[in-house]
């Protein structure tokens, strides 16, 4: 167990507009852990800092004599000439890569000098000072190698407060009514295999499923993107809301929120639409949540998506989809997340695509015996030979095969007299 020899257990920077919050905070710390010694909040050593050359004097504090800096970010925090000072100490722990040092917090989405998209932070606003207090007392034992609750359990079982710090369940919010649209039964898959994708996808956006999400991975060539343009015309002909980002050629964020701004319109985008900076990158995960109406979200070519665009989808996006219960993704590309690796694994299932080369997996489509115009497995075994099983390239040449067929097949007879 870590051994604590520095003078403060917490150390809260924060701006002051911030103060109601953080005073909450620092007065239920004080508590919890036995003096407000142990917390290292302005108001608690007032007489300590009414100094000359408290500005050299408060960050060595913040660096050097605190077990866990919580750090309150918000727009002010930057504007304030104490934060600034405090920050140069938490900078340098972060240069030192001393990052379990650091809890951070915010209050919203403005851009902070050394803070980015991929940083871990608690929501404010989701949490009240009470709930902030349990989280922070539990990143304290984890630090320290206890048990995560250790600093929770009361060792006064009569002890009481007018606030409790530990979790408190929250009343289930009243769940959307979702109108998923029904299984169109009478729609005909028009591509060779892939039945056991699309009948699960059929499935996923009419609500049937605990997973909202599909990963499709595949090499080149295996038709991922036919795929996903027949998953978007199924979910046109069910009259479900869809839009596809396609990440090549590396589009930059901003590049693609314009196409989701095009496609999703100010109905479903209320806070995002009219973003300037990057909080729209924040904002438009709220927007989602709030949605009643599902969404179908597809992102093509995943392998080219910049390192940005992947933290924001894997470490922004899809850990708050089970808060987003109307939207389904669906995520396609030759490497694809590793569900494995993530929390949110829970909600996807995945599926490999390989090429399609054997004729009685196209004979349904070209050749079954009463269709107009049947192609005999000869000819798409000639084909698939050709393309080696190619699926985008197969189809267009059978169906091209077929249609010349067709077009001789109605030429008129000759007059033979």
């Not at 407000?36 to 100094?51: G, M, P, S, V």
């Not at 919010?173 to 005909?188: E, F, R």
């Amino acid at each position: 167990m870590k051994e604590k020899t520095k003078r403060f257990r917490v150390a809260l920077s924060f701006p002051g507009e911030k103060r109601e919050y953080v005073e909450s905070v620092a007065k239920l710390l004080a508590k919890r852990l036995g003096s407000e010694e142990k917390i290292l909040y302005d108001r608690f050593h007032t007489a300590e800092f009414a100094r000359k050359r408290l500005g050299f004097y408060l960050p060595k504090l913040y660096r050097d004599e605190s077990d866990l800096i919580v750090v309150i970010l918000c727009a002010d925090y930057e504007k304030k000439t104490w934060c600034g000072l405090e920050w140069q100490a938490i900078f340098d722990l972060i240069a030192e890569r001393q990052d379990d040092a650091l809890m951070l917090f915010r209050a919203d989405e403005a851009e902070i000098s050394g803070v980015y998209i991929t940083d871990g932070y608690v929501p404010v606003d989701a949490f009240t000072p009470a709930q902030a207090v349990t989280l922070i007392l539990q990143r304290l034992a984890i630090n320290e190698g206890l048990r995560r609750d250790h600093y929770l359990e009361a060792e006064d079982s009569s002890a009481s407060s007018t606030e409790d710090p530990r979790p408190v369940s929250p009343k289930p919010a009243a769940k959307p009514a979702i109108q998923w649209p029904s299984i169109a039964d009478d729609y005909k898959w028009p591509l060779a295999d892939r039945k056991e994708e699309f009948a699960f996808f059929q499935r996923m956006i009419s609500g049937q499923t605990k997973q909202r999400l599909m990963l499709i991975d595949g090499d080149t060539n295996t038709g991922k993107t036919v795929c996903l343009t027949e998953f978007r015309t199924y979910a046109r002909y069910v009259g479900m809301r869809e839009t596809l980002l396609d990440f090549k050629g590396c589009p930059a964020l901003d590049s693609l929120f314009e196409v989701l701004k095009f496609d999703l319109q100010r109905e479903i985008l209320r806070e995002s639409y009219d973003c300037k900076d990057a909080t729209w990158l924040y904002k438009i995960i709220s927007d989602l949540q709030r949605l009643d109406a599902p969404l179908l979200l597809i992102f093509d070519t995943y392998q080219h998506a910049s390192d940005s665009t992947r933290n924001w989808i894997e470490n922004t996006l899809l850990p708050r989809m089970e808060r987003a219960p109307a939207v389904v993704v669906v995520i396609a590309g030759q490497d694809v997340p590793d569900l494995k690796k993530y929390p949110w694994g829970a909600l996807a299932i995945s599926y490999h695509l390989s090429r399609i080369e054997k004729v009685d997996e196209w004979r349904p489509l070209f050749g079954e015996e009463g269709q107009a115009n049947c192609l005999q497995d000869q000819h798409i075994e000639m084909v698939l030979h050709i393309t080696k099983g190619e699926p985008g390239q197969t189809y267009a040449i059978l169906e091209s095969f077929r249609k010349k067929r067709q077009k001789i097949g109605d030429r008129p007879e000759p007059d033979r007299k």
